[in-house]
């Protein structure tokens, strides 16, 4: 059982950066896969970024590649995301979310959520 918190949203002028964090209480932390989405006003929630168990490897679309990294401190059980060079289309408000089958982009294989931190990138 996993529960997730994150912070770190805020508003930002286009071109600024942003780091979000998940906050994660339970035991058995790095046994999980973390992921984040985001939903913006109006759409669907997309996958934005994974990372493995130790943080070997990571996963990002394209929409965010070069711009985004995921990164996680299993000692402090949190997971990060560094949000770089952000445009108006970044705004939504970001999840972080566990996963025990993997660093996957279908958010149904995701089994813990957070509640959210909002992210607002002005033009």
């Known amino acids: 059982q996993v529960q997730l918190v994150e912070s770190g949203g805020g508003l930002v002028q286009a071109g600024g950066s942003l780091r979000l964090s998940c906050a994660a209480s339970?035991?058995?932390?790095?046994?999980?896969?973390m992921g984040w989405f985001r939903q913006a006003p109006g759409k669907e929630r997309e996958f934005v970024a994974a990372?493995?168990?130790?943080?070997?490897?990571?996963n990002y679309p394209d929409a965010v590649k070069g711009r985004f990294t995921i990164s996680r401190d299993n000692a402090k059980n949190t997971v990060y995301l560094q949000l770089n060079d952000l445009k108006p289309e970044d705004t939504a408000v970001y999840y972080c979310?566990?996963?025990?089958?993997?660093?996957?982009?279908?958010?149904?294989?995701?089994?813990?959520w957070g509640q959210g931190t909002q992210v607002t990138v002005s033009s």
């Open positions: 990372v493995s168990r130790y943080g070997a490897t990571a």
């Open positions: 339970g035991r058995t932390f790095s046994s999980y896969y």
């Open positions: 979310a566990a996963s025990i089958a993997g660093p996957g982009f279908r958010q149904y294989e995701y089994n813990y």
